[in-house]
C-alpha cells in the first residue's frame, strides 16, 4: 500500500487549517486597526483648541451683561464660557474697572472648527476672512486642550472637558468595588470551600452562573427597584450607580473566584488538615494567598467590564448632563461612556471630535486596567 | 484577609451613611424631553456659571418618561421640572393629582420643526402631508377609497404621479421619541381623522376599531426605518443613502446643512420664521412644568425658570437661537412671563380648550 498521497492530503490539510486560522486573526486584528487608526484620527483634533485674542473692556456695565465687555464684531467668535467668567474677574479685581486690556479668549466652537477645516463648521460668512486674517495675524492661536482634562462637561463644545466624569467613573468604581469585591469573595469561599454539597447549593451555582449571562439592563432595573424606590439613595448619584454595577459584577467575580480557589492543589489543603489546622486556618492561611492572583484578575476584568457599562446606569439616572464633579457619593454625577453617549448625540459638530477623544481616554483607563491584571498575574503566580 | 474583612466594613458603613444622608436635595433636578434638553441644559449650566446656584442636573427621558417620573409624587426625590415636546396629557394631569402634585404651572420656551430631510445631491423634493400620510401609514384607503387595504406604496409616483420615481424609504424615531409622536400627530392623525375609509370602521364599532378615529399606525415593513433616539446618526445614513428621507429636528438640519437640504412640505422649506409663524405645517412648541411645592424647598428654581424665559436665552437673539431653538412671537413670550410671575396653576379646564 502507498501511503504518500494520503501523507501529503494530510499535510495539506494541516496547512489549511493553520491559515484558517491565521486568517481568522487577520481579519479580527484589522478590524481592530480600522477601529483604532478610525478613533484616533477623530480625536486627535480635539486635543488642539483655538485661542482668539480680544480687547475687553472692564466697565460697570459688564457686571450685568457679560456680552458688552468685548466689541460687537467679536462677540460671536469668543466662548461666551470665557465672557461668563469675566463678572467674576472684574469682582475679584476691582482695579480693572474703566481699563481696556488685550485678553486670551477662548475661541467659541465654530472658529475652532473653522480654523481646523472641518465640514460643518458653521462659522457665518460674514466672519470668515476676518478670522483667516486674524489666523495669519497671530491673533488667534491653536494650544493644546488642557480645559479637556480640567473641566467637566459643558453644552459649549469649546469647553466641554472629561474631568467630571472620570472623577464620576472613579468613585462609581470605588463603590463597586468596596461592595462587590469582599461579598464576591466571600460568597465564593464559603461555596468552595464551606457549604455542603446539597441540592439547596446546588441551585445556588446554577443561579449565580446565569446571573453572569443576563443583559445588563436588568440589573439596572432592579438598582432602581432596590435602591432607589425601596432605600432611598438619590437618583443619579455615584452610589445608586456603584451599587447597581456591583450587583452586576457579583457573578463574575464569585465565579472567577471559585475557578482560584479550585485551581489550589488539594495536597495542600491536606497538608495543613495533617497538621492540626481548623477549616478556617486552612482557607485563610493557605488557600486564600495561593488563590490570590487568580482572584485579583477576575476582580480587575469584572471591573473593567463595569467601568464600560452604560445600560444600567441609563436606568438608574446617570446619563444625564451634570457638569459639576461630584463632592461626595451622593451627588448627582455620569461617567465616561455615560458622557461619551451624551456627547455622541449632541448637533453641534465639534462633539464629534470630543466624542472620539473621550472614546479615547475611555479605552487608555480600560487597557491599563487590563494591563495591570495581567502584570499582577504574572508577577504573583505560583506554578506547582 | 484583614484587608478583605476592612473593605467590607468600609462599604458597609458608606451604605448605612448613604441611607441617612440622603435627600439632601440641593440641586434642581430636570427630566424630560430630548428635544427641550440641549436648551434646558444650556440654561442650567448659564445659571451654575453666572450664579450662586449649583447647576441644575439635566436629564433627558423622553417627554413621556419624564412625566411619569414628575407625576409619580410630591416627595424631595422627585423631578422639580420636566420639559416636554408635547403638551401635558389630560391623563398624566390626572395622574399628577391623583399622586399630590397639585399645583403645576406650565411654560412655553418656544417652537421646534421638524424636518423632513435628504441628502444635498438628490434633486429636491415638494410633498404634501397627504403624500407623506400615505407613505408611512401601516393601512391606507384604497384607490376608490371604499376599505382599507395594507400600503402597498414603495415608490413616490404610485402615491402621487407628479412625484419623481423615486424609492420610498424614510428613517425616523422610533416609538418611544417625542419626535415621534409629534410626527404621528401632525402627519397621519391631522389627516386620518377626517378621512371617511378610516373614520366610518371606527363609527361601525368603536370598541374594536377605536385604533381608527385617529389612524396613526406607523407601517412596519421596512419602508419606515426606526433609528434610534439619536438624530446624528438619521444624519449620518441619509449622507448615504441619497433615495431616502429622514426625520428628525430642526436644529439638527441646522448644523448639517452642509451634507443634508431640507424637503419642502405642503409649499414651505423650515426656516426659523415660517416655523414660528406656523406656515411650516410641522411645527410644535416646546414646553416644560414647574412642581410649585419644591419652589422654596429647592434653591434657585425660580432663578432656573425666570433664565430660562429670559429674552437672553430665549429671546429672538437668544442664546438658544443660536443652539436650535426657535423663539416664541413677543406677545406669547409676554403671555407665559405672567404666569410665571403669578405660577398660574394648570387646571383641568385648560386641556379642555385645546
Same mark, same amino acid.
Request: hydrophobic residues 40%; positive net charge.
Given at each position: 500500500m502507498n501511503i504518500t498521497p494520503r501523507l501529503k492530503r494530510r499535510y495539506r490539510a494541516d496547512r489549511r487549517f493553520k491559515f484558517y486560522g491565521m486568517a481568522a486573526i487577520a481579519f479580527a486584528l484589522s478590524f481592530l486597526a480600522f477601529f483604532f487608526i478610525d478613533i484616533i484620527g477623530k480625536a486627535m483634533p480635539a486635543f488642539?483648541?483655538?485661542?482668539?485674542?480680544?480687547?475687553?473692556?472692564?466697565?460697570?456695565?459688564?457686571?450685568?451683561?457679560?456680552?458688552?465687555?468685548?466689541?460687537?464684531?467679536?462677540?460671536?467668535?469668543?466662548?461666551?464660557?470665557?465672557?461668563?467668567?469675566?463678572?467674576?474677574?472684574?469682582?475679584?479685581?476691582?482695579?480693572?474697572? *474703566?481699563?481696556?486690556?488685550?485678553?486670551? @479668549?477662548?475661541? +467659541?466652537?465654530?472658529?475652532?472648527?473653522? /480654523?481646523?477645516?472641518?465640514?460643518?463648521?458653521?462659522?457665518?460668512?460674514?466672519?470668515?476672512?476676518?478670522?483667516?486674517?486674524?489666523?495669519?495675524?497671530?491673533?488667534?492661536?491653536?494650544?493644546?486642550?488642557?480645559?479637556?482634562? +480640567?473641566?467637566?462637561?459643558?453644552?459649549?463644545?469649546?469647553?466641554?472637558?472629561?474631568?467630571?466624569?472620570?472623577?464620576?467613573?472613579?468613585?462609581?468604581?470605588?463603590?463597586?468595588? @468596596?461592595?462587590?469585591?469582599?461579598? *464576591?469573595?466571600?460568597?465564593?469561599?464559603?461555596?468552595?470551600?464551606?457549604?455542603?454539597?446539597?441540592? !439547596?447549593?446546588?441551585?445556588?451555582?446554577?443561579?449565580?452562573?446565569?446571573?453572569?449571562a443576563i443583559p445588563s439592563i436588568l440589573y439596572g432595573l432592579l438598582g432602581l427597584a432596590i435602591f432607589i424606590n425601596v432605600m432611598g439613595v438619590p437618583r443619579s448619584s455615584a452610589?445608586?450607580?456603584?451599587?447597581?454595577?456591583?450587583?452586576?459584577?457579583?457573578?463574575?467575580?464569585?465565579? +472567577?473566584?471559585?475557578?482560584?480557589?479550585?485551581?489550589?492543589?488539594? +495536597? /495542600?489543603?491536606?497538608?495543613?488538615y495533617g497538621l492540626g489546622a481548623s477549616n478556617l486556618q486552612v482557607v485563610m492561611h493557605h488557600v486564600l494567598p495561593l488563590a490570590f492572583p487568580g482572584i485579583l484578575t477576575g476582580s480587575i476584568i469584572g471591573l473593567a467590564q463595569a467601568m464600560g457599562e452604560t445600560a444600567p446606569l441609563l436606568i438608574v439616572g446617570m446619563m444625564a448632563y451634570i457638569p459639576e464633579a461630584p463632592g461626595s457619593i451622593l451627588d448627582a454625577t455620569t461617567v465616561l461612556p455615560a458622557q461619551v453617549y451624551t456627547w455622541s448625540s449632541e448637533s453641534i459638530r465639534a462633539f464629534e471630535e470630543r466624542t472620539a477623544a473621550g472614546i479615547l481616554v475611555l479605552l487608555t483607563v480600560l487597557l491599563s486596567l487590563? *494591563? !495591570?491584571?495581567?502584570?499582577?498575574?504574572?508577577?504573583?503566580?505560583?506554578?506547582? | 484577609m484583614k484587608k478583605t474583612s476592612l473593605f467590607a466594613c468600609a462599604a458597609v458603613?458608606?451604605?448605612?451613611?448613604?441611607?441617612?444622608?440622603?435627600?439632601?436635595?440641593?440641586?434642581?433636578?430636570?427630566?424630560?424631553?430630548?428635544?427641550?434638553?440641549?436648551?434646558?441644559?444650556?440654561?442650567?449650566?448659564?445659571?451654575?456659571?453666572?450664579?450662586?446656584?449649583?447647576?441644575?442636573?439635566?436629564?433627558?427621558?423622553?417627554?413621556?418618561?419624564?412625566?411619569?417620573?414628575?407625576?409619580?409624587?410630591?416627595?424631595?426625590?422627585?423631578?422639580?421640572?420636566?420639559?416636554?415636546?408635547?403638551?401635558m396629557k389630560l391623563k398624566e394631569f390626572q395622574k399628577c393629582q391623583r399622586n399630590g402634585v397639585k399645583e403645576v404651572t406650565e411654560m412655553v420656551v418656544g417652537y421646534d420643526g421638524i424636518a423632513i430631510a435628504q441628502s444635498k445631491t438628490s434633486p429636491s423634493i415638494a410633498l404634501s402631508r397627504h403624500d407623506l400620510m400615505l407613505a408611512v401609514a401601516a393601512e391606507v384607503p384604497s384607490k376608490d377609497g371604499?376599505?382599507?387595504?395594507?400600503?402597498?406604496?414603495?415608490?413616490?409616483?404610485?402615491?402621487?404621479?407628479?412625484?419623481?420615481?423615486?424609492?420610498?424609504?424614510?428613517?425616523?424615531?422610533?416609538?418611544?421619541?417625542?419626535?415621534?409622536?409629534?410626527?404621528?400627530?401632525?402627519?397621519?392623525?391631522?389627516?386620518?381623522?377626517?378621512?371617511?375609509?378610516?373614520?366610518?370602521?371606527?363609527?361601525?364599532?368603536?370598541?374594536?376599531?377605536?385604533?381608527?378615529?385617529?389612524?396613526?399606525?406607523?407601517?412596519?415593513?421596512?419602508v419606515y426605518i426606526p433609528s434610534g433616539e439619536n438624530d446624528n446618526l438619521i444624519v449620518q445614513k441619509l449622507a448615504r443613502d441619497t433615495q431616502a428621507l429622514g426625520i428628525f429636528g430642526y436644529s439638527y438640519l441646522e448644523e448639517n446643512s452642509d451634507s443634508i437640504a431640507p424637503a419642502i412640505i405642503d409649499g414651505v422649506i423650515p426656516t426659523p420664521e415660517t416655523i414660528s409663524g406656523h406656515t411650516y405645517p410641522l411645527s410644535?412648541?416646546?414646553?416644560?412644568?414647574?412642581?410649585?411645592?419644591?419652589?422654596?424647598?429647592?434653591?434657585?428654581?425660580?432663578?432656573?425658570?425666570?433664565?430660562?424665559?429670559?429674552?437672553?436665552?430665549?429671546?429672538?437673539?437668544?442664546?438658544?437661537?443660536?443652539?436650535?431653538?426657535?423663539?416664541?412671537?413677543?406677545?406669547?413670550?409676554?403671555?407665559?412671563?405672567?404666569?410665571?410671575?403669578?405660577?398660574?396653576?394648570?387646571?383641568?379646564?385648560d386641556f379642555a380648550k385645546k
Open positions: 488642539e483648541q483655538a485661542y482668539i485674542e480680544v480687547p475687553v473692556t472692564y466697565s460697570a456695565a459688564v457686571k450685568d451683561n457679560y456680552n458688552k465687555a468685548i466689541p460687537r464684531e467679536y462677540r460671536y467668535l469668543v466662548s461666551k464660557s470665557y465672557l461668563r467668567t469675566l463678572p467674576y474677574e472684574l469682582e475679584a479685581h476691582p482695579e480693572l474697572l *474703566g481699563k481696556t486690556k488685550q485678553r486670551w @479668549a477662548l475661541a +467659541s466652537h465654530r472658529v475652532d472648527q473653522y /480654523i481646523k477645516g472641518h465640514q460643518g463648521h458653521g462659522l457665518k460668512k460674514k466672519y470668515r476672512s476676518h478670522v483667516t486674517a486674524m489666523y495669519d495675524d497671530g491673533h488667534i492661536e491653536m494650544r493644546f486642550n488642557a480645559r479637556f482634562f +480640567s473641566h467637566g462637561d459643558s453644552k459649549m463644545a469649546e469647553n466641554a472637558g472629561i474631568l467630571a466624569a472620570a472623577i464620576g467613573s472613579i468613585l462609581v468604581l470605588l463603590i463597586t468595588i @468596596a461592595v462587590a469585591v469582599p461579598i *464576591g469573595v466571600m460568597t465564593a469561599v464559603y461555596l468552595e470551600e464551606f457549604a455542603p454539597d446539597n441540592r !439547596f447549593t446546588q441551585a445556588i451555582e446554577v443561579n449565580i452562573n446565569n446571573l453572569a452610589l445608586a450607580g456603584g451599587l447597581t454595577l456591583a450587583l452586576m459584577t457579583l457573578p463574575v467575580i464569585i465565579i +472567577s473566584t471559585r475557578a482560584a480557589l479550585r485551581s489550589v492543589p488539594e +495536597s /495542600i489543603r491536606d497538608a495543613a487590563n *494591563g !495591570f491584571a495581567v502584570w499582577l498575574r504574572s508577577r504573583t503566580q505560583k506554578t506547582w | 458603613a458608606a451604605t448605612c451613611m448613604g441611607m441617612t444622608a440622603a435627600q439632601a436635595a440641593d440641586a434642581i433636578q430636570i427630566v424630560g424631553s430630548s428635544t427641550v434638553y440641549p436648551f434646558s441644559s444650556y440654561t442650567a449650566e448659564a445659571l451654575g456659571t453666572t450664579t450662586k446656584f449649583k447647576t441644575p442636573v439635566v436629564e433627558s427621558t423622553g417627554s413621556g418618561g419624564g412625566m411619569k417620573l414628575f407625576c409619580a409624587g410630591a416627595g424631595m426625590d422627585t423631578p422639580d421640572f420636566t420639559n416636554a415636546s408635547r403638551r371604499s376599505h382599507l387595504i395594507d400600503n402597498p406604496y414603495s415608490f413616490w409616483d404610485q402615491i402621487n404621479s407628479k412625484l419623481p420615481h423615486r424609492a420610498i424609504r424614510i428613517y425616523g424615531p422610533p416609538a418611544s421619541s417625542g419626535t415621534r409622536d409629534a410626527f404621528e400627530d401632525m402627519i397621519l392623525k391631522h389627516l386620518t381623522k377626517h378621512i371617511d375609509t378610516y373614520t366610518k370602521l371606527y363609527k361601525a364599532d368603536k370598541k374594536k376599531n377605536k385604533a381608527y378615529k385617529k389612524y396613526h399606525k406607523i407601517r412596519q415593513d421596512g410644535r412648541s416646546l414646553y416644560f412644568y414647574i412642581k410649585k411645592v419644591h419652589i422654596g424647598k429647592v434653591k434657585g428654581m425660580m432663578a432656573y425658570a425666570n433664565l430660562f424665559m429670559s429674552d437672553k436665552m430665549v429671546g429672538k437673539d437668544g442664546e438658544c437661537t443660536e443652539i436650535g431653538l426657535i423663539s416664541l412671537p413677543e406677545a406669547d413670550l409676554a403671555h407665559y412671563r405672567a404666569n410665571l410671575k403669578s405660577l398660574k396653576n394648570l387646571t383641568a379646564a
